[in-house]
């Protein structure tokens, strides 16, 4: 069955410091890949995706995330976190030429001021 | 402003009891879905929508129902609620298929008694 993977349940971090969040995907095929945020209190928003092309997409606020085929894997990073990212974020995977979205459990985070 | 609205935004109510959570999308999308979220869970589809009458289960779909009569409207309906539905729940909309940025509603927090 197809799954989404992340591993880092929750991180803190303190502001200023480097973020690197895991996501991996089980699925053979052709997907388009995506980071959600959740801020507190908020619903989720689209934090970046990947539909083809260069493999390393850039998003909102400083959010990038590589995509390597071979290792099935979308990790989202961010040179210098601020207070202000800390959040929930979840990455998705669509399954091409379907409507099947599949999310992953999600990952914490909590920076430091 | 495109937005997707849930009503009610919060909900208490008693096993058994009927309740609808309504959702309404404004931007003409095709797809639309459902979504709980649960702590450790991360997000779970319970059902989905590619268009006016058309209608998918999800990853769980069990004591939910849904109805595609229009096409900004795709209300969840829990005809016996049971405590094990407390969740928080969210509708989503996107214009087509799985490759496509899903919108999410801001939520609605649901106890089941």
């Known amino acids: 069955a197809q799954s989404v993977s992340q591993h880092n349940h929750h991180v803190i971090l303190s502001e200023a410091a480097s973020l690197e969040l895991g996501c991996n995907y089980s699925?053979?095929?052709?997907?388009?890949l995506f980071w959600y945020v959740q801020y507190p209190g908020q619903h989720l928003q689209l934090l970046l995706k990947?539909?083809?092309?260069?493999?390393l997409v850039k998003g909102i606020k400083g959010f990038e995330a590589e995509f390597i085929k071979s290792k099935f894997s979308f990790n989202l990073r961010k040179p210098s976190v601020q207070w202000s990212d800390t959040a929930e974020y979840f990455c998705a995977v669509g399954i091409s030429g379907t409507y099947k979205y599949i999310f992953g459990t999600g990952t914490r985070l909590k920076v430091l001021a | 402003e495109a937005q997707v609205t849930q009503n009610p935004r919060y909900l208490i109510t008693v096993t058994g009891k009927k309740l609808t959570v309504t959702c309404s999308q404004n931007m003409n999308h095709e797809y639309m879905s459902w979504y709980r979220q649960d702590p450790g869970l991360g997000l779970r589809q319970i059902y989905y929508s590619m268009n006016v009458e058309v209608t998918d289960k999800g990853d769980v779909p069990e004591g939910y129902k849904v109805s595609r009569k229009e096409k900004r409207n795709f209300p969840l309906i829990l005809e016996s609620p049971s405590p094990n539905q407390t969740s928080l729940y969210f509708c989503a909309s996107s214009p087509g298929l799985a490759g496509e940025t899903q919108y999410f509603g801001p939520g609605t927090r649901l106890l089941v008694l």
């Open positions: 990947y539909f083809s092309g260069d493999p």
């Open positions: 699925y053979g095929g052709t997907v388009n």
